[in-house]
């Protein structure tokens, strides 16, 4: 029994392998849009603080224009 599965999978195996591979399409989608000049790069951070605690909050980011979540010793920005 176990050659014959054996056998069975190994043939499906090279049957697979004899069809070629159609080509990716050549096709190309529609145009990313344009970010505006004053746009900077998008930045996460993540900081670590264990000597100081506070409580959750939610405040602007530090640099640029973004969100930071504070809960506990975690801070999570994200700017842009």
Known sequence: MKNDLQADLTADLLSDLARPTPLPSSVQGPPLPELPAAA???????TLTPLRWSRPRLSGARHG????????????????
């Open 40 to 46: 900077g790069t998008p930045a996460l951070a993540l």
């Open 65 to 80: 224009h973004g969100v930071a979540v504070q809960v506990g010793p975690w801070r999570l920005e994200v700017a842009f």
